[in-house]
């Protein structure tokens, strides 16, 4: 008997997924997760407030970015929500009036958990790279890590793995320096 092929999900099957879950549509399927647990949600947080503060707001830092929490990315067919996620203002200068984001951003961050690294990872690294996003960030709480990627000819470059508290100034955020210990809980 002949496999019946995959329904494609649709936007309007990731609106139907309750509001405390994450929903994405990765390579047409729908994937929902938990909304993270709080030392997950800890880390990207407090990375969220260590990036923001000197980018977006200009505080102590350079600005010249948008940095914001769980955007909603509408990459082609995929639609990804990334942890974290920042946009050079020279390249768009005004956040979109709509609810998503059709231009892929410039970095993005996923803080990995035992429910999302295999996704995070296998799935939507490879998107990322197929998007062109120059630069991706990936934090586990569990091991206490940060690794930095840099897209160099559409392969993912690992440029650096920081752990624990260790100062980090690393390539897009490179103009300023804070420490690690504060992302863990």
Request: charged share 25%; glycine share 6%; net charge negative.
């Amino acid at each position: 008997m002949a496999d019946t092929a995959k329904k494609l999900a649709t936007y309007e099957d990731l609106l139907a997924v309750p509001e405390n879950r994450v929903a994405e549509i990765v390579h047409g399927q729908l994937y929902s997760s938990p909304r993270p647990a709080p030392k997950y949600a800890r880390a990207s947080s407090s990375l969220g407030i260590e990036v923001g503060s000197p980018y977006d707001k200009g505080d102590g830092g350079p600005g010249g970015w948008w940095i914001l929490d769980e955007p909603e990315l509408h990459l082609e067919s995929d639609v990804l929500v990334p942890d974290l996620a920042g946009w050079r203002r020279e390249w768009m200068p005004a956040l979109p009036e709509t609810a998503w984001f059709e231009l892929p951003p410039d970095w993005v961050c996923e803080t990995l958990s035992p429910s999302t690294a295999h996704l995070d990872r296998a799935q939507k690294m490879p998107l990322y790279a197929k998007n062109n996003i120059p630069y991706l960030w990936l934090i586990d709480p569990d091991i206490r890590t940060l690794e930095v990627y840099e897209l160099i000819k559409g392969k993912w470059t690992l440029l650096e793995i920081l752990d624990e508290d260790k100062m980090v100034s690393v390539a897009p955020f490179d103009a300023t320096e804070f420490s690690l210990a504060l992302l863990w809980a």
